[in-house]
């Protein structure tokens, strides 16, 4: 059955930074593309970043570029999203989810984590 | 980025009755769109995806239609367990857009 469990969301300061996890199973992790994807109070889905397979390639919104960075450790089964200088529009569930299969990333997701919250404020 | 504008924002139908869900793309994505059902404090779950096809599990009462930028997701006859919010997905141009969802709610 394949798994994905995130960890590592919380209450952080505007300006602060935080790291969440995303461990997998279930499924031949190091060959999929994988995904960042999050959802604001209240509102609609946002996809955030994408790392391919071996993480040799990653591509990020507009809107986290140069302040999120994904990176991978496929002996672990294990994606991670680092986030520096937080904002309080960064407040979201943020949902860690596979690619189904496309091999240039431009993907649907076909499965989920049950999401983490990260909320910045003061 | 391409644009996706879901209608209607909601749709108050019965149990057993047809619940059909536009999604319009501001530019063609030839047929590289998928949908999406979430429930309140759960993930999206992927229901249809390439326009038609149904994902892994996903009952025959969902369908998808559409090409270009005119897609429709029809469920044929509503079950409880259907009224959610629905998304679309576009894979054509990244980075891959949703729109804002239809909530489907009971009558």
């Known amino acids: 059955e394949v798994q994905l469990v995130e960890s590592g969301g919380g209450l952080v300061q505007p300006g602060g930074s935080l790291r969440v996890s995303c461990e997998a199973s279930?499924?031949?992790?190091?060959?999929?593309?994988m995904h960042w994807v999050r959802q604001a109070p209240g509102k609609g889905l946002v996809w955030v970043s994408r790392?391919?397979?071996?993480?040799?390639?990653?591509t990020y919104a507009d809107s986290v570029k140069g302040r999120f960075t994904i990176f991978r450790d496929n002996a672990k089964n294990t994606m991670y999203l680092q986030m520096n200088s937080l904002r309080a529009e960064d407040t979201a569930v943020y949902y860690c989810?596979?690619?189904?299969?496309?091999?240039?990333?431009?993907?649907?997701?076909?499965?989920w984590g049950q999401g983490i919250v990260v909320t910045v404020s003061s | 980025e391409i644009v996706l504008t879901q209608s209607p924002a909601t749709l108050s139908l019965s149990p057993g009755e047809r619940a059909t869900l536009s999604c319009r793309a501001s530019?063609?994505?030839?047929?590289?769109l998928a949908w999406y059902q979430q429930k309140p404090g759960q993930a999206p779950r992927l229901l249809i995806y390439?326009?038609?096809n149904r994902a892994t599990g996903i009952p025959a009462r969902f369908s998808g239609s559409g090409s270009g930028t005119d897609f429709t997701l029809t469920i044929s006859s509503l079950e409880p367990e259907d009224f959610a919010v629905y998304y679309c997905?576009?894979?054509?141009?990244?980075?891959?857009?949703f729109g804002q969802g239809t909530k489907v709610e009971i009558k």
């Open positions: 989810a596979r690619g189904r299969g496309s091999y240039y990333g431009n993907d649907y997701f076909d499965y």
């Open positions: 279930g499924f031949t992790f190091s060959s999929y593309w």
């Open positions: 790392i391919n397979s071996d993480g040799s390639s990653t």
């Open positions: 530019q063609s994505v030839s047929s590289y």
């Open positions: 390439e326009v038609s």
């Open positions: 997905q576009q894979r054509s141009n990244w980075p891959g857009t």
